[in-house]
């Protein structure tokens, strides 16, 4: 490789817009269109390297600076991004106003520092896909190499509503789940569509005796498969024991009951069904008191707000260094994100849990070509870099819906989506139940 074929020359940030359905969470339902931005790093040598992560106003006024400072770096100079990262975007008016993003309020607390990740975590995937197809490597191979050939994904099962409200959005066929037959029916979709064999139900949006129901009806339906429940700390400490205590024989684990590493803590010590965060543990910072007072027992990495694919490797070190299991967390997301969690997934050698995917529910992508699950797994592609081409009708068809929108799609808000059906919608406060 020469330094032509490394060093950047420009980086293109594309906002779009992508459909999705009208699925349900404890702050209220999403969007019909969600936002996500796409980065191209673009060597003096002509290779292109692709990126994702979220794609929200507050997102892309720190993209935009950091862009442009690339210019002119390799793209393996990956260890300097965090602190250049800090130097052009610090005290940006985003940085500062990071409180006020919180990806529909599902990934726990925000700060200035978790904004600035989640942003340079789309540069890293772009610069390791540019270096990785310059040297003729898969991602896997930078990243010290992979340990398995496939990687396991979870069905993500949700309450939805049919459609969205008013008709707006994307119509699909997956029709209405919102009882447990109709989450049992969806499994069956996604288990004989994928061969998915865990399933994992988006809960805190209906009372919990609904939603033990709805597991117990999986249990019932495929017997013996790993199930877990995760309702992003809509329920208090004791509502979390009694739904432990109820789900003991079936939970493989029990995903973020309550908010807050002090009230995880007090669930976990009174209960032996596992306690899985990506809600109280998304720094580095915040390991030390969540393991000390084992308060989770299992991480769910995403590589988007922790920083990228090498934090991500650095995150399943520290987990296994502490006897603590690691797996993913997903949010809506495309096949650029798929390609990437999957190529870092294959070198995680303490990855004992099936990864979240979003993927199935996105109807569409920017890719040339989908990624494909098999027996609920995605194979993991020696193709250089991340095994993905770009689709650039789709990306431009997709950019012009962001720039035609009003603006009410351009940040992620499951409140405002939900006053669409409720005009009294509020979010709920945590507790919640």
């Not at 610090?90 to 309020?105: F, L, Q, R």
């Not at 520092?113 to 890293?124: A, Q, T, Y």
């Not at 979870?154 to 959005?169: E, V």
Request: charged letters at 20%; glycine letters at 10%; aromatic letters at 6%.
């Amino acid at each position: 490789m020469t330094r032509t074929e490394l060093t950047i020359a420009e980086v293109r940030l594309t906002p779009i817009l992508v459909a999705d359905p009208p699925l349900l969470n404890t702050q209220g339902v999403h969007q019909p269109y969600t936002p996500r931005l796409i980065v191209e790093v673009v060597t003096e040598g002509g290779v292109t390297g692709l990126g994702e992560t979220y794609g929200d106003t507050t997102y892309l006024d720190l993209a935009r600076p950091l862009a442009g400072a690339l210019v002119g770096r390799r793209v393996t100079d990956l260890n300097a991004l965090p602190l250049l990262a800090a130097e052009v975007c610090g005290d940006s008016p985003a940085a500062t106003a990071a409180g006020a993003v919180d990806v529909g309020g599902l990934r726990g607390v925000q700060t200035a520092d978790k904004l600035r990740l989640s942003v340079l975590s789309g540069f890293e995937v772009a610069c390791l896909d540019a270096w990785g197809r310059a040297a003729g490597l898969p991602v896997h191979a930078l990243l010290g190499g992979k340990v398995r050939d496939r990687v396991d994904y979870s069905a993500y099962l949700f309450y939805r509503w049919a459609g969205h409200p008013g008709g707006r959005g994307e119509a699909d066929d997956w029709g209405a789940a919102v009882d447990p037959a109709g989450v049992v029916a969806q499994a069956r979709r996604f288990a004989d569509t994928y061969g998915f064999g865990s399933f994992k139900l988006k809960g805190g949006v209906f009372p919990p005796k609904e939603e033990i129901a709805a597991i117990r009806a999986l249990a019932e339906e495929f017997p013996g498969r790993p199930l877990r429940l995760d309702p992003n700390g809509a329920w208090s400490v004791e509502t979390s024991l009694m739904v432990a205590d109820e789900l003991k024989d079936v939970l493989e684990y029990l995903e973020d009951p309550t908010s807050g590493t002090d009230r995880m803590a007090q669930v976990a010590a009174r209960t032996e069904i596992p306690l899985a965060t990506n809600m109280c543990v998304t720094t580095f910072d915040e390991i030390a008191e969540a393991f000390t007072r084992g308060a989770v027992q299992v991480v769910l990495s995403d590589h988007h707000y922790w920083g990228g694919l090498r934090n991500t490797r650095e995150l399943a070190a520290v987990c296994r260094a502490f006897g603590v299991g690691v797996s993913m967390h997903s949010n809506t997301h495309l096949g650029i994100s798929l390609a990437a969690m999957t190529q870092v997934a294959a070198t995680v050698p303490n990855l004992h849990h099936a990864c979240d995917s979003h993927y199935p529910w996105q109807t569409e992508d920017v890719l040339t070509e989908r990624l494909t699950f098999e027996s609920g797994a995605v194979a993991v592609t020696d193709t250089p870099g991340l095994g993905v081409e770009l689709d650039r009708d789709r990306l431009a068809a997709l950019h012009r819906r962001w720039l035609d929108d009003d603006g009410s799609m351009r940040d992620r808000d499951d409140a405002a989506a939900m006053r669409a059906a409720d005009p009294e919608w509020t979010t709920p406060a945590v507790p919640r139940w």
